[in-house]
């Protein structure tokens, strides 16, 4: 616990932009960070500072599962916060961890390593057979890895949002902007009972988001282009500056848009019939349609609209490898 | 009913001099009242079918929308032919109100860039029988040419493994053979044969296709020719790639059999016009410059007539059907957080 508070000291210093650690980690979060500036900031308001009695009193049962006397964490080029609570649960497991960050955002991690000598940056893994090992990666790259050790694989997954109706629309929108809508938890899927009416006022609520989306290369431009051509075939497609949002009326199959501040918008009415569970890692709202979709994914966490990307720090925000 | 139009269509595959473009926008009319994502599309890009003057004018339709929708007319499918995508979730299909133009087509350009040069060949499939695979559009082809070729025939995968020891006696009879499969088969053979060689007798060629979808090693395209050429002691010429999808219902081939042509250029039939397109504006490309490939397939006369793949090509435009060099897929939206990517969803090539 003493390792854990002394990591969330630090962590409040660098979610603070007036705080030398603060200024220095953004510093360097924007040489590599995808997002703008702004979004930036939002992604470090979503850093990890406090911790429950009750979040810690789970992390500590789920830790205890996992204990070893090294755990080595694989970081994917993750949202840019993720590594405190990779880290984090990897302490809890184990009083030396070792990190391989991501190379396309290994900003945080760098910073964790200095602040914790518990924790060291390495360039390539070596776990012993009696080693945890927690990979985090999209599925097809943890699919490729064979380690010794006792591995948790933490992969890809979707956030779902159950929303019962307009009004929920300003707390449905701070979920998706957060990270560009770019993270495991972040809603992808909205399901709604009128979702045309959703698709309508999410677009309108959008337009007005004074957080930019981060800059666009060629490959997601091309990705939005042909999504906006598929969903003009299929439903509705409504596209701002900085979002994009497509309705399929009539799903038959899971349909995603690419994570870049943009998701599919579907009726409630077939979720059963079509929708596969084994990618939902969040489920966000209360009311009929939550629970359904709870019934069916029982490891995915549960929110409320507006804390999707907030979840306790009571492990990681995958639960699936550890149920 | 499009009976009138597939008549129209064949006559063109025979030669029959008619304007591409007048056929491609007849059935593109067509299509925008039958076809609901057709429908659709024509509507939400603002194109008035009646209006359509050229074959470039038809709005694409993405190959996602064939795993997300029926993509076909409002009728009893003779036909449904789905693609290779490893889930249900990720597979594709294409239904066939009507396969006699599709086989006419595939015959038709299979007698010339496939076998030209002769009437009977044995037809040995790395592929499942057309009983065991019927919604395989590679299977029903390569059935067809086989019925085309005498009807000797023989089929070597089970859906899961290659039966080696078949193909070993099969391929030592000694005349003449048609060896067709999809790459990850004859590198499945290559592997199980090791430094054997199963030289074929002179007049045999052999097609492959596709990609190899994770079930194998990945080999280059260059290299596996080579490799096959060896393995079976032919001249790298008689070993010809096709490029296919399910999505289509014509094929393009390399011209090695027909032209003695050892390059990797694929030929288009004249009934499938292909552009290379800017991916971020689907705006056609000057000719030669890098892009996606959209298919103007006549032959796809039941569901789009105009489809935007993700593969991307050079093309030349000649008289007699447009050259093209495959420069494989586009990539996704950079990768960005853990979010789920789309890839796995996407249809894969048949």
Not at chain 2, 72 to 89: I, L, N, P, Q
């Amino acid at each position: 616990m003493r390792r854990l508070e002394a990591l969330l000291a630090h962590a409040r210093h660098w979610a603070d932009a007036h705080h030398p650690a603060g200024r220095a980690l953004r510093a360097r979060l924007r040489e590599t960070s995808v997002l703008s500036s702004e979004g930036l900031e939002l992604a470090l308001a979503h850093l990890e500072t406090e911790v429950s009695l009750e979040a810690s009193r789970r992390l500590q049962e789920r830790a205890a599962l996992h204990g070893a006397p090294v755990v080595h964490v694989l970081l994917a080029g993750n949202v840019c916060v993720a590594a405190l609570r990779a880290v984090v649960f990897a302490l809890a497991c184990a009083p030396r961890v070792e990190v391989r960050p991501s190379r396309r955002d290994p900003a945080l991690a760098e910073a964790i390593a200095g602040a914790c000598p518990d924790v060291t940056l390495v360039s390539q893994l070596a776990p012993a057979p009696n080693h945890g090992v927690h990979l985090y990666g999209s599925d097809a790259t943890l699919r490729e890895l064979s380690l010794p050790g006792r591995a948790l694989r933490f992969g890809s997954g979707i956030g779902v949002a159950a929303v019962r109706g307009v009004e929920e629309v300003p707390m449905l929108m701070k979920d998706l902007v957060a990270f560009d809508g770019a993270g495991c938890i972040s809603p992808r899927l909205l399901v709604a009972e009128h979702p045309r009416q959703l698709l309508e006022a999410l677009h309108g609520a959008l337009e007005t988001c004074d957080v930019p989306r981060g800059a666009l290369t060629d490959d997601d431009r091309a990705a939005l282009t042909r999504a906006r051509r598929t969903y003009a075939a299929i439903g509705a497609w409504a596209e701002g500056q900085h979002h994009a949002l497509a309705l399929d009326p009539a799903p038959q199959k899971l349909s995603l848009l690419p994570p870049l501040r943009a998701a599919v918008v579907v009726p409630a009415d077939t979720l059963e019939r079509w929708l596969p569970t084994r990618e939902i890692t969040m489920i966000a709202g209360e009311g009929p349609i939550a629970s359904r979709l709870a019934a069916m994914a029982p490891r995915a966490r549960r929110a409320a609209l507006g804390s999707m990307q907030r979840p306790p720090l009571d492990g990681p925000v995958d639960l699936r490898p550890l149920a | 009913m499009s009976d009138a139009l597939h008549e129209r269509v064949q006559a063109f595959i025979d030669g029959e001099a008619a304007s591409f473009d007048a056929l491609a926008c007849d059935i593109a009319r067509h299509q925008a009242r039958e076809v609901e994502p057709v429908r659709r599309l024509f509507a939400a890009e603002g194109v008035v079918p009646e209006a359509l003057a050229t074959a470039a004018e038809i709005p694409a339709l993405p190959t996602d929308v064939f795993r997300l929708r029926r993509v076909g007319v409002k009728a009893d499918d003779e036909r449904v032919f789905s693609t290779s995508g490893t889930t249900a979730d990720a597979r594709g299909h294409h239904p066939m109100r009507r396969v006699d133009t599709y086989r006419h087509g595939a015959l038709t350009w299979g007698r010339r860039l496939l076998f030209p040069d002769v009437e009977r060949l044995r037809t040995v499939a790395l592929l499942s029988p057309e009983a065991a695979a019927p919604g395989s559009s590679l299977t029903f082809m390569v059935a067809r040419f086989a019925e085309a070729l005498g009807g000797d025939a023989s089929y070597h995968w089970d859906g899961t493994q290659l039966d080696v020891e078949g193909l070993r006696a099969r391929l030592s009879e000694g005349e003449p053979a048609l060896v067709a499969g999809t790459s990850f088969a004859f590198v499945m053979l290559l592997d199980a044969l090791g430094d054997a060689r199963l030289p074929l007798a002179r007049g045999s060629r052999v097609m492959q296709t596709g990609g190899f979808k994770g079930r194998t090693r990945e080999v280059e395209p260059e290299t596996l020719r080579r490799q096959v050429a060896s393995c079976f002691a032919l001249p790298e010429t008689s070993v010809v790639a096709e490029y296919g999808m399910t999505e289509l219902s014509s094929q393009l081939y390399q011209a090695g059999v027909r032209d003695g042509d050892a390059s990797t250029v694929y030929h288009a039939p004249p009934w499938l016009r292909v552009t290379a397109v800017d991916p971020g504006t689907l705006e056609a490309l000057p000719e030669g410059e890098m892009g996606l490939a959209r298919f103007v397939d006549l032959a796809n006369l039941d569901s789009a007539v105009a489809v935007l793949t993700m593969d991307r090509v050079r093309v030349h435009h000649r008289p007699d059907g447009d050259r093209v060099r495959l420069y494989g897929r586009q990539p996704g939206a950079t990768p960005r957080g853990c979010s789920l990517a789309l890839e796995p969803f996407l249809s894969g090539d048949a």
